[in-house]
């Protein structure tokens, strides 16, 4: 393929795609010159025959990291140039940009954008591929996926999807299968989320960080929200200058403790022992909200001591599809004016300590089997486990028991390791003991990212018809590669076999065997080197009509308009599914013929008519951006303390888990970095997967502005660096008995003893060699298949160990 020359600023639009008029012209080596300062900063010729032309459009960043910033975009000769935060937005605190979003005026021209489609040539994970047609690349791959469906059946195809594609239609149309559940950022929410109802599994907090500025106590713990929340930022220095405490719990010092009141250092994967420790506290110097705990939460509730079930008025149906509810099929309490057991809808306040019989069936209550079970857990043993001292400990639960306290969650520390659902229960439980909830202040849950922690509403939706359903998957997508089950064809839309699994070799092995693996991004991904097809999508400043889509963001409804038309021969996610559906047989009108077609339909048939009132033509004139009804107002969940559950109350005990040991929070070491692992002896360091500023998992680390302030390191302490002779700028090997890679390595007394500090998405292409995933973890929890969003990939619940490469 030809080299085509650099443009640069000042071009103008005649010339910049007569620069550019034709993918089959460019090469990755020619689109590099895009990228490069000198290429970027160079003065603009003018050109005295022809007037710029320059506009302005709005769209909105990134879904994945919760931010949903507006932005508004200047274009200059049919080239973006400039990206700020949309001032159409009605209150300044969403007018908000980060470098990532800065960063996309040069981004979207990255020399690893996917240009042209692409077709593997070499042996797969070979990385070599030619250059095909649209056509020829898409009948080739419907051909394929006709012969494997026809062979296997229509759930032998599987369509994954991250939140950076709107590949929203794709799994419908070939009604193939989801990947299901995944194993990612669940582990919080598995032990939390059952307990109130809220948040299917992802521990989504039941309050906004706005509401920070009523709690006497802000207690993060595993969440950087400093470092992963940018567009939220102001909201924890406003708590802070409320007179909110802002203590930090992270085995490292990282960026929130730094603004922090105070830093409180872990251990790695010990956070449900500091729960349970604070627990401990709180009930022996009878800090417990009793009156909360028995009117709106399962501790009055009896259970069956020889089976370690909770007592209901009968047995349920096993086939039932759905649970049936405390008021079709009622718990049993003690009733203290008679001492004998009742129906609990028929006690008003029921006594939370007690023995009774029930059918013949001794049987006690939750408040004794918990008093019980944290009696065995002293404060001395959470110190010991976790490293923070006895005196830090109970001052905690101290604080947090007075309230209003917050406590903040995340995705990203003991979110990533092997015990993790129960610190969310230790967590769940903390709550119900003090009532820190539903009022103002007192929340629970991971706060980061607006879009999840704001206000929200329901959009619309464009309907297929019935016969278009998705396949059941029976096997979820973190146990295909050990059960590959009907799986034949994998089609990725963004990067998945990088970022989605741990243990990279199985991973690898797994897809070598597939009959058939589309990738489809706008970049050139790590999974896309594993790929027969690479599909170029565009971004969301790219559009073939003048509206692409419509989403509620951080509080607002958000518009995605046509920035630029699209780059090189990328096309929409809804082109690609339109043709995609042509070629399967599907008629034209069952998919929205375009983004505007699209986007009015999720307007006009929302419920709610604030949002169906509204018009594309209306968001457009109010600057693509338009607050929702509530926008003003904290989001506060459970203000009634009516919770989303069977019994309609905080329901902490898990008779589910009973088998198990934990139907209660008990403590459980982690999977692999357990103090008295002897794996230790051979691997004594833990590697933790963390969250940058610079990144959102593995996007942007082929952002070439970014890449000037950023490249993957390993930080260790300057203690560890010292034992291996390792100096900074070294290129370190970082191994293990799954594999290894190699990166840079660089010290920092923020680094913790005993571990190293690496950020998540690191992979091949941005570092000496390897991807970090070679090393990570992904043993699976029994227990874990029993909860809601199934066991947790735990990342960084991973031993290595570290040498000059």
């Known amino acids: 393929m030809a080299e085509a020359n650099a443009p640069k600023l000042g071009f103008t639009r005649r010339s910049f795609l007569k620069g550019v008029g034709g993918a089959a012209a460019l090469s990755a080596a020619g689109v590099a010159g895009m990228t490069s300062a000198q290429a970027w900063l160079a003065p603009a010729q003018a050109d005295a025959a022809q007037v710029a032309e320059e506009y302005t459009a709005c769209t909105f960043h990134q879904a994945h990291c919760g931010g949903m910033c507006p932005l508004k975009c200047t274009v200059r000769d049919g080239r973006m140039v400039l990206v700020q935060p949309n001032d159409a937005s009605t209150d300044d605190r969403y007018k908000t940009i980060c470098l990532k979003g800065i960063s996309e005026v040069q981004h979207i021209y990255s020399d690893k954008r996917v ?59 070939l009604q193939a299968r989801s990947g299901g559940f995944t194993g990612i950022d669940v582990g919080f929410g598995n032990g939390l989320d059952p307990a109130i109802g809220y948040g299917g599994g992802f521990a989504t907090s039941t309050a906004d960080p706005r509401d920070w500025t009523e709690s006497r106590l802000v207690l993060t713990v595993g969440s950087n929200f400093c470092e992963s929340t940018l567009p939220q930022v102001r909201l924890f220095f406003e708590a802070k200058e409320a007179g909110a405490r802002m203590v930090t719990v992270d085995p490292h010092f990282s960026t929130t403790a730094g603004k922090s009141d105070e830093w409180v250092p872990i251990v790695p ?21 009793d009156d909360f705990m028995r009117k709106h939460t399962s501790m009055p509730f009896l259970v069956d001591t020889a089976t370690g079930k909770l007592l209901r008025d009968h047995v349920e149906d096993p086939s039932a599809e759905e649970p049936e509810t405390g008021a079709q099929n009622p718990f049993f309490v003690i009733d203290p004016s008679t001492g004998a057991p009742a129906r609990y809808g ?56 007075k309230g209003p306290s917050s406590l903040a969650l995340g995705w990203g520390g003991n979110d990533k390791m092997g015990n993790a659902d129960v610190a969310g229960h230790a967590a769940a439980l903390l709550v119900a003991i003090t009532g820190n909830i539903g009022k103002p202040g007192a929340g629970v849950g991971v706060y980061v990212g607006g879009t999840w922690s704001g206000q929200t509403a329901a959009l619309g939706a464009w309907e297929l018809p019935e016969e278009l359903a998705p396949a059941e998957a029976k096997t979820a997508a973190y146990d295909l590669r050990h059960n590959p089950e009907n799986v034949r064809a994998l089609i990725c839309c963004g990067d998945i076999v990088a970022q989605h699994f741990a243990n990279m070799g199985v991973t690898e092995q797994w897809v070598r065997g ?58 929409t996610d809804l082109w690609v599914e339109r043709e995609i559906a042509r070629r399967m047989g599907i008629a034209d009108d069952v998919l929205p013929k375009d983004g505007v077609e699209l986007s009015k339909t999720a307007l006009s048939t929302a419920e709610d008519p604030y949002i169906s009132s509204l018009t594309v033509e209306k968001l457009e004139q109010a600057g693509g951006v338009w607050p929702l009804e509530n926008a003003r107002e904290v989001r506060r969940e459970y203000t009634d303390y009516e919770f989303d559950t069977v019994s309609g109350r905080m329901d902490v005990y898990y008779d589910s888990l009973a088998s198990f040991g934990q139907a209660l929070p008990v403590w459980e070491p982690c999977n692999e970095i357990a103090a008295d692992n002897p794996l230790r002896e051979k691997y004594p360091l833990q590697l933790a997967n963390v969250r940058s500023r610079f990144r959102i998992h593995n996007q942007f680390n082929d952002a070439k502005w970014i890449q000037q302030y950023f490249e993957p390191t390993v930080e260790l302490s300057p203690s560890e660096a010292q034992k291996r002779g390792i100096a900074d700028g070294d290129i370190v090997e970082v191994f293990n008995d799954r594999g290894s890679f190699q990166v840079r390595a660089v010290s920092n007394e923020s680094i913790r003893p005993g571990s190293i500090r690496l950020a998540e998405g690191s992979t091949a292409d941005y570092m000496a060699r390897g991807n970090m995933q070679s090393v990570t973890n992904d043993a699976m929890n029994e227990r874990g298949y029993g909860l809601l969003q199934g066991p947790v990939i735990p990342f960084s619940d991973t031993l290595v160990e570290v040498r000059k490469a």
């Open 115 to 173: 240009q042209a489609p692409l077709k593997r040539v070499g042996d797969r994970g070979s990385n070599e591929f030619v250059q095909i047609g649209w056509d020829e690349a898409l009948d080739e791959i419907c051909a394929s996926l006709k012969d494997i469906q026809a062979s296997h059946g229509k759930d032998s195809v599987m369509v994954m999807s991250g939140s950076e594609t709107n590949s929203s239609f794709l799994t419908s149309v």
């Open 269 to 289: 994967g010990t956070d449900a022992a500091l729960f349970l420790g604070m627990i401990s506290v709180i009930l022996d110097e009878g800090l417990a909200d």
């Open 346 to 401: 028929e006690v008003a306040a029921p006594a939370l300590s007690g023995i009774v019989e029930v059918d013949g069936a001794q049987a006690t209550t939750v408040y004794d089997l918990m008093r019980k079970s944290q009696s065995a857990f002293t404060v001395e043993r959470a110190s010991e486990l976790t490293g923070v001292a006895v005196d830090k400990i109970v001052e905690l639960a101290r604080l947090y028991a």
């Open 514 to 571: 597939l009959d058939l693996v589309v990738s489809m991004d706008p970049y050139f991904t790590e999974g896309a080197k594993w790929s027969d097809y690479v599909l170029p999508l565009t971004t969301r400043f790219e559009n073939d009509s003048d509206c692409g889509n419509i989403k509620v963001g951080y509080n607002q409804i958000v518009m995605q308009q046509k920035v630029i038309d699209p780059l090189f021969e990328a096309k």
